[in-house]
């Protein structure tokens, strides 16, 4: 890597009752490690499955809950997911939801960020917090917790958009300095952005950019297996593979986790001021380019 480049740096620590951000200072890295970031609900276990068969080959059965851990959520403890992941010996394939500043970033990494729509987003984090189970919560709220616990889902969707919305985030954390955060590194040689609505239109396209981001080479002949491994629909079949726990967590198990994997839910029922007020926060906080990015995975050409 070109020692002229500023990498960035860790400047803070974040705690809540899913970040113990403090792991990432003992972490020691190898050649070639994957990062795959986002926000939380943007295809984050997606990527996850891509980059999971790029490099097992195209099995089938890759657990990838297992063997790609969110590295910062504070359970289990540091110490357990540390000797977890220094005892893999095939490229390791980490998760984090960490903005930049929050990670110690390394020039020996691969970094894929992935984004979807706030609105989106939030659609699949509400089901995600309505579905999870007492389990979830007691592992979440229990011994270690720094700062607020998370509390119960109390409102529907709607108000829970917009008390999100209003509070930055709230009962998680900011999807603004998360995506403002990867947007400025975004031109990094070992940085990547992927948009969950490119996904969705070219699955295939887009896993051939992120194996030639990440070096991997797969034939035009074992390609298709590759793809099918990657549909919503093989993932939601393998579902206990990819959930947390195996799904343990959730109320209906690993499919509540692997849920709907569609864009759009919000439209039939956000106001038009709903829409407005999270159109102008996103401008106001990200830019035109990046706001119009988060959006739609395009950029402007002009």
Known sequence: MDSKIAWPRKTRE?????????????FRFR?????????????T????????????RGEENVPVSELSPWLDLRIPPKHVKLEAVGAQTHRRFIKTHLPVDALLFSPRAKYIYVARDGRDILWSLYNHHAKANEKWYEALNGPGLVGEPIPRVDLDVVPY????????GYPFWSLWENVRSWWAVRDLPNVRLVH??????????EMR?????????????????????????FMKT??????PLGGGIFEGGAGSFIFKG?????????????????????LAELGPECAQWLATGETSTA
């Not at 974040?14 to 003992?26: A, E, L, P, R, Y």
């Not at 992120?210 to 990657?230: M, N, R, T």
């Not at 393998?238 to 959930?243: D, I, P, V």
Request: a negative charge.
């Open 196 to 205: 969950y609505a490119n996904l969705k239109q070219n699955l295939s396209g």
């Open 31 to 43: 050649d070639n490690d994957v990062v795959v970031a986002s926000y939380g609900k943007a295809g």
């Open 14 to 26: 974040m705690h809540s009752h899913h970040f113990d951000s403090t792991i990432w200072n003992d």
């Open 45 to 56: 276990t997606w990527m996850q499955q891509i980059v999971g068969q790029l490099i097992f």
């Open 262 to 282: 569609t864009n759009g839910r919000w439209r039939d029922q956000l106001t038009d001021t709903d829409i407005a007020a999270y159109e102008a926060r996103a």
């Open 238 to 243: 393998h579902a206990a593979n990819a959930a």
């Open 209 to 233: 950019r992120v194996a030639d981001f990440l070096g991997i080479q797969v034939s035009d002949a074992e390609w298709p297996k590759f793809v099918e491994h990657c549909t919503f629909d």
């Open 161 to 168: 958009f917009r008390r999100w919305l209003e509070r930055d």
